[in-house]
């Protein structure tokens, strides 16, 4: 069976074969048969974490125990409303805090996870979207375009179908952006955050 825990962009989560590169943890959102029960998050403090950390392993989507989830890299698990954890992502988590920071002036995440919680999503479970104009965004954001979940990246638009980056268009010079990343992360990576980007973006910026 494969398991509704993937997480796109747009904050889905769904069911689809492809691994990722980060794992995410939001509480207890699964039943005993490994079935998502109505309720999305139980706690503020979304994190990702690496896949694989001093050996540690169980079962996923273990009885009584958090949801794994999965995200194809770090700019599409930001884009969901996640942040880095800060025991298995230290570095990162250090250099999000520092940009958080600088950012928005406070260095405490554990208090300001509020803050990102209300900017990521509603009480009703919709992911919460934005615009503001493009020319402006800085690498890393998720807007939609055409339909569908793309990353701007230095001078250009990837596409993401999930499990990967399909396209690469030119980066619009003007004009208004639905933005898919939470407002308050877009303000961290203006402060120069740089997140990791999947092998399959990297190949089409290389092309």
């Known amino acids: 069976m494969t398991l509704q825990n993937r997480v796109l962009p747009s904050g889905e989560i769904t069911a689809q074969p492809w691994r990722g590169t980060l794992m995410g943890n939001r509480g207890i959102l699964h039943d005993d048969t490994q079935r998502l029960q109505t309720r999305r998050w139980q706690h503020p403090h979304w994190v990702t974490c690496v896949l694989e950390y001093k050996g540690w392993h169980r079962p996923v989507m273990t009885p009584r125990n958090y949801t794994e989830l999965f995200f194809l ?36 995440l554990a208090h300001d996870d509020r803050m990102l919680h209300a900017a990521r999503v509603t009480r009703t479970r919709q992911h919460v979207r934005h615009q503001v104009p493009i020319g402006g965004l800085p ?69």
């Open 73 to 108: 890299d770090e700019c599409s698990a930001l884009a969901a409303g996640h942040r880095p954890c800060g025991l298995c992502r230290r570095t990162a988590y250090q250099s999000f805090r520092a940009a958080w920071a600088s950012a928005h002036g406070a260095d405490t």
């Open 139 to 207: 690498d890393g954001t998720f807007i939609c375009h055409d339909g569908a979940p793309h990353l701007i990246w230095q001078s250009h638009l990837l596409r993401s179908d999930g499990g990967s980056y399909t396209a690469c268009l030119p980066r619009p010079a003007r004009g208004t952006a639905t933005v898919l990343t939470p407002a308050p992360t877009v303000a961290v990576l203006a402060q120069e955050y740089e997140p990791d980007i999947h092998p399959t973006a990297r190949a089409l910026l290389m092309a």
